[in-house]
């Protein structure tokens, strides 16, 4: 019995830390990412906002998607909410910046993006960061 219950538990915490780490605010995000040298990934959404959701539950929850983000420091914002000068508004949602350590965006995608074509904007992401 003991057994099952060990085993079930490692199934349940592995799922657990497979998820994405998101930063609380923009603050933490670029302070950690200047620690740590990587690039912050801001998604820019509405509670609201259906096409947000297929994002975030389908192609953020991708293994190789997360895999692939664990380079990046990943902040959410509320596009209703969050206005600052380095981040333009975000007119149609999601948008998901990309945005260096000294806050100058490297690139910009807006709309629902599948695994497909995500993994492939993040692929061009690093090769700008090169």
């Known amino acids: 019995m003991n057994k099952i219950i060990a085993i079930v538990l490692l199934c349940v915490v592995s799922v657990y830390s497979a998820e994405l780490q998101w930063e609380k605010d923009l603050q933490t995000a670029f302070s950690k990412a200047q620690k740590e040298n990587k690039v912050v990934m801001v998604l820019a959404e509405a509670d609201y906002c259906r096409w947000c959701k297929k994002m975030k539950n389908e192609t953020l929850e991708d293994k190789e998607v997360r ?9 959410k914002i509320d596009r209703d909410k969050v206005k600052v000068d380095y981040i333009p508004y975000a007119k149609y949602i999601p948008t998901i910046y990309f945005i260096s350590k000294e806050k100058e965006i490297i690139e910009q995608v807006t709309g629902y993006f599948c695994v497909l074509d995500f993994k492939s904007w993040i692929d061009d992401v690093k090769k700008e960061m090169d």
């Open 67 to 75: 895999k692939k983000l664990e380079e990046f420091i990943l902040v």
